[in-house]
């Protein structure tokens, strides 16, 4: 029942998209559509057959964004579909309160931190491979809500001498099955909790996407297996891009903190801190090197942390990437993984690119 109601949501977005030329206000009507296919190769040397991983994962797809502006209101649809999957990751219909501000209902990516607000399923916008670990999407093993069904608040104000944007977030929180964080789905019989995010970040020039700013949340996310009832979870985080001409550095710090109610009524509090730093250099016209470290700290015994099976301590990764032409570009990763049942070396190749 629930894949044909995402049959029927994917169907009428695809109506959308063919049918709102017809308009009579065309002047007014701005509509864009972006696909963004990619191929991908992971090979895994070393990995056991019961470590539930593969040596070798061969992946292609295409990552689909349809955009609608017509008066006030906005629309934003975004299908990621793969040899494995198709997903309706975002479904968002907006209404500009004003010039800088819009106000958003439906299904839309958690406002993280830079790399959550700038990248999206679409893998040729980021330089590297792979997302940051501890902001993974929930379907790679993320433990992090990174989408949520309800209403969003985005908004800039500006000073003399710059602009604060912010981001305000609420709706149904994921819940946890036995893959994870499952993010709320239309149709879903799943009992979801809510969750709320602030983001706040500054920017000196608006031209500039260097920026800095944090970002607070409080979510209640059911535990749908286990002797745990659910997890009352809070995080903290501080985030920075500096952009410069010849590189660029972002960095993130979360404190996330939980507190699990067993069906015993028996309660459990934990925090872990996880952090990134990733730098890419422009290396001449085409090339870009780039480098990760991401650490995490306070895991160990982590009953929160507990119920993911890949869940990583640390990561180290280095790559470069080539763009071939304006809209399309290849790039080879090694990454070094430790915690869960990854203690592996990854090497990644990957071609992506938007079109038209």
């Not at 030329?21 to 007014?28: I, K, V």
């Amino acid at each position: 029942m629930l894949k044909k109601l995402q049959i029927l949501v994917l169907s009428t977005i695809l109506l959308i998209c063919t049918n709102t030329s017809a308009s009579e206000d065309q002047g007014l009507l701005d509509q864009n559509f972006l696909f963004f296919p990619f191929a991908h190769v992971e090979y895994r040397p070393g990995v056991h057959a019961d470590q539930n991983l593969e040596a070798l994962e061969l992946e292609a797809g295409s990552d689909f964004i349809y955009l609608l502006n017509y008066r006030k209101i906005r629309v934003l649809a975004e299908i990621f579909a793969t040899n494995e999957e198709i997903e309706l990751e975002r479904l968002q219909f907006g209404l500009n309160l004003s010039q800088n501000k819009t106000f958003w209902i439906g299904r839309f990516h958690t406002p993280l931190g830079y790399w959550n607000s700038n990248y999206h399923h679409g893998l040729y916008l980021q330089t590297s491979v792979h997302r940051p670990g501890i902001i993974e999407y929930e379907d790679d093993g993320g433990a992090l809500p990174n989408h949520i069904t309800g209403g969003l608040l985005d908004g800039q104000y500006y000073t003399e001498n710059g602009v604060v944007n912010y981001s305000l977030a609420a709706g149904l929180a994921p819940t946890i099955g036995h893959h994870g964080l499952e993010p709320y789905s239309f149709g879903s019989i799943s009992e979801n909790k809510l969750h709320g995010l602030l983001k706040v970040s500054y920017q000196f020039d608006e031209t500039n996407p260097t920026e800095s700013g944090f970002v607070v949340g409080l979510s209640q996310i059911n535990v749908e297996h286990n002797v745990i009832e659910d997890s009352l979870q809070s995080i903290f985080g501080v985030f920075s891009h500096q952009s410069q001409d010849t590189y660029r550095i972002t960095t993130a710090a979360y404190i996330v903190r939980n507190r699990l109610n067993y069906e015993s009524s028996k309660r459990l509090t934990n925090s872990f801190v996880a952090a990134y730093v990733h730098g890419e250099y422009d290396l001449a016209s085409k090339w870009i090197v780039y480098a990760r470290a991401e650490r995490m700290f306070g895991y160990k015994n982590d009953p929160y942390l507990a119920l993911f099976e890949h869940n990583e301590s640390q990561r180290n990764l280095a790559g470069v990437r080539f763009d071939i032409t304006r809209r399309q570009a290849i790039s080879s990763e090694v990454s070094q993984r430790i915690g869960g049942h990854d203690n592996h070396t990854h090497v990644s190749f990957q071609w992506s690119a938007v079109f038209p």
